[in-house]
């Protein structure tokens, strides 16, 4: 149900206080640690990686303070390291060492409270891509699907490197046929309400089984820019 209290975090927090409350997507397994934290207990944090995360390969990503506010989103800015083999420590440190070392580039100060989220990554991914539940540059009601499916690689949603678009017109959802973009609508359908907000942008996959996952939620940083009257004619001549 609907969540009053849900407040946007950075990566890693959206992703956790959502964790608990999906039922028609999931979040892969992960947690999340700060950069202040891995200098001074990095043993402790390998062995939980090597214990807990014995089911395949993982990803080590960013989620730094700057990469997920309201005014800049920051996507892509920073490094994630894929297909890591947790019970490979040396790997892992260099990996989370990598993601660490992009935080302080360019005018970016390293913050000791930035975080690594350590994460299983997706087998069998059938499409990935980023989803924007309105039209970025207008703000018009489409749900604006960039996405890739046929590489079978979740990397390249984070660099940008996507080929087609799907534009689905909000209200109009029942008319896909696609059974694998009907189920990712359905999941965001479900994120925006416990989210409470409906222009949001979002980093999914979507296996063979036709399971959604989701790895970020954040809200769409060009809103300011849009004319609100957009939606209503557009809606209007639709009707038409």
């Known amino acids: 149900s609907a969540s009053p209290e849900f407040q946007f975090g950075t990566k890693a927090e959206t992703l956790a206080s959502l964790a608990k409350r999906l039922t028609l997507s999931k979040i892969p397994e992960f947690f999340f640690f700060d950069v202040e934290?891995?200098?001074?207990?990095?043993?402790?944090?390998?062995?939980?990686?090597?214990?807990?995360?014995?089911?395949?390969?993982?990803?080590?990503r960013s989620s730094a303070l700057s990469e997920d506010n309201e005014s800049m989103s920051m996507a892509g800015a920073f490094t994630s390291i894929a297909k890591v083999n947790?019970?490979?420590?040396?790997?892992?440190?260099?990996?989370?060492?990598?993601?660490?070392?992009?935080?302080?580039?360019?005018?970016?100060?390293?913050?000791?409270?930035?975080?690594?989220?350590?994460?299983?990554?997706?087998?069998?991914?059938?499409?990935?891509?980023v989803l924007f539940s309105q039209e970025l540059n207008s703000g018009a009601p489409y749900f604006t699907i960039n996405y890739d499916d046929y590489s079978g690689d979740t990397s390249r949603v984070a660099v940008g490197e996507l080929s087609r678009t799907l534009f689905v017109h909000r209200g109009s959802e029942k008319s896909i046929s696609s059974r694998r973009f009907s189920t990712l609508?359905?999941?965001?359908?479900?994120?925006?309400?416990?989210?409470?907000?409906?222009?949001?942008?979002?980093?999914?996959?979507?296996?063979?089984?036709?399971?959604v996952f989701i790895f970020q939620v954040r809200k769409i940083t060009t809103t300011k820019n849009w004319n609100r009257g957009v939606s209503v004619r557009v809606g209007d001549q639709l009707k038409r």
């Open 185 to 211: 609508i359905e999941s965001v359908n479900e994120i925006e309400k416990l989210v409470r907000c409906d222009t949001v942008d979002i980093e999914f996959a979507i296996n063979g089984e036709e399971s």
């Open 86 to 129: 947790p019970q490979d420590q040396t790997a892992t440190t260099e990996a989370i060492e990598e993601v660490c070392r992009s935080y302080s580039i360019g005018e970016f100060r390293q913050n000791p409270n930035n975080q690594i989220i350590i994460q299983d990554m997706v087998s069998d991914v059938s499409m990935s891509g």
């Open 37 to 60: 934290e891995w200098q001074n207990v990095p043993k402790r944090i390998l062995e939980k990686v090597r214990r807990e995360y014995n089911r395949g390969p993982i990803i080590v």
